[in-house]
């Protein structure tokens, strides 16, 4: 947790963590209470196992930490993976989010049947004979490779040490569940609160970038350019930062609250 006034849970994509985030917490928490996690099964979290994964049990999660560090209202970010389960807790648990930007969900199901990219999961079927011979080092590296513009930054030594142990993890019990994500399109229609979809504009044509504006579409639900590629919160935190910035603030002021730091008359 960084800072004080409206909360903002970060909720990280599939092998990533809380350190994801670290750059863009620290900038925004002049304005926003940042919340980011290690998400079950993930780095510093317990809950590893060899069952897989549920989305319904991540939503889960998230709600419980809006409830016991926020109050029980957040808004909500997630990048990739994080998207989709941000995207999940719109039918059980619409209550605790006072809105969500789903930054790049990689829902490929909900592109057109003859797109390239439906088939994404399947293709990096090959993942699983890399993890079987190269252990989880060698998946990693090869699921990093299909993402436009991871390797031309380092990340820092420690995230990309604990984004490694997580591979067993993520290819053990994470993806099939983010490759059978279907979003519920009825409740999402529906939710109490507003719905941002967006991608990088580095991230043109993208597989993970196209069902963000597929979904924004189906939903009724407005779209935002971002900065950079995929994970431009790591290579760039201040300019990935400042277009959060604008989107939560308009988000968290949408139903007429202003933060208390702002009500300064005369100042």
Not at 42 to 55: A, F
Not at 99 to 126: Q, S, T, Y
Not at 127 to 139: D, F, K, R, V
Request: glycine content about 14%; aromatic content about 8%.
């Amino acid at each position: 947790m960084r800072g004080s006034g409206p909360a903002l849970l970060m909720v990280g994509g599939a092998g990533g963590d809380a350190g994801y985030y670290d750059g863009v917490a620290e900038i925004l928490s002049d304005a926003f209470m940042v919340i980011s996690c290690d998400r079950r099964g993930n780095s510093r979290s317990t809950g590893r196992s060899s069952t897989p994964m549920d989305l319904a049990v991540q939503a889960a999660d998230a709600r419980a930490l809006v409830d016991g560090l926020a109050g029980g209202r957040a808004l909500v970010f997630g990048n990739s993976g994080g998207a989709i389960i941000g995207l999940t807790p719109a039918a059980p648990h619409p209550e605790v989010m006072t809105g969500l930007i789903a930054h790049e969900p990689p829902a490929v199901n909900v592109l057109p049947e003859d797109d390239p990219g439906r088939g994404f999961f399947a293709e990096l079927a090959e993942l699983a004979a890399l993890y079987a011979q190269g252990g989880a080092p060698a998946a990693g590296r090869r699921f990093a490779e299909a993402t436009r513009g991871e390797g031309t930054y380092r990340w820092p030594a420690e995230l990309w040490k604990r984004f490694l142990g997580n591979q067993d993890h993520l290819f053990g019990t994470e993806w099939s569940g983010f490759a059978g994500f279907r979003p519920d399109e009825t409740a999402l229609k529906s939710a109490p609160f507003p719905i941002v979809l967006g991608a990088g504009a580095g991230d043109r044509g993208t597989y993970y970038a196209r069902p963000s504006i597929e979904i924004a579409r189906r939903i009724g639900a407005p779209w935002a350019e971002f900065p950079g590629i995929h994970m431009e919160f790591l290579r760039h935190p201040d300019r990935f930062a400042a277009a959060v910035r604008v989107l939560a603030t308009q988000l968290h002021s949408r139903g007429g609250d202003v933060p208390e730091r702002w009500e300064c008359a005369g100042r």
